[in-house]
């Protein structure tokens, strides 16, 4: 079973930087097109970025678009998510995510394609 674990979450000041991890076992990370959501308090997980099993596709929810980059070191079994220009609204519980099975090319931001999960990662940003 693929184990899939979050960290670098932090409290933060408006237009500051975090780099979070999420680090996979059990196995190896390849095989997995990855997927970061976050979840506000009050509001539905919503899917922000996704990487394909190569690296070669990412996707990005528009609010995030040129403020993150989500990235895969295989070798090292661990997804990135690097967030700049962190706003208050950027608040919330980080999570990254996997599907069952995955297909070349191809990745998706629907929490209800998802069959792993990691726990999570608080992110706050506030003055």
Not at 31 to 47: D, I, L, N, S
Not at 61 to 85: C, P
């Amino acid at each position: 079973q693929l184990r899939l674990k979050e960290s670098g979450g932090s409290s933060v000041q408006p237009g500051g930087s975090l780099r979070l991890s999420c680090v996979a076992s059990g196995y190896h990370l390849e095989y997995y097109a990855m997927t970061w959501f976050r979840q506000a308090p009050g509001k539905e997980r919503e899917g922000i970025s996704c990487i394909t099993t190569n690296g070669d596709n990412v996707k990005y929810v528009e609010s995030v678009k040129g403020r993150f980059t989500i990235s895969r070191d295989d070798a090292g079994e661990t997804v990135y998510l690097q967030m700049n220009g962190l706003r208050p609204e950027d608040s919330a519980v980080y999570y990254c995510a996997a599907p069952e099975f995955s297909w070349r090319g191809q990745c998706d931001m629907s929490p209800s394609d998802m069959f792993f999960w990691g726990e999570g990662t608080p992110v706050t940003v506030s003055s």
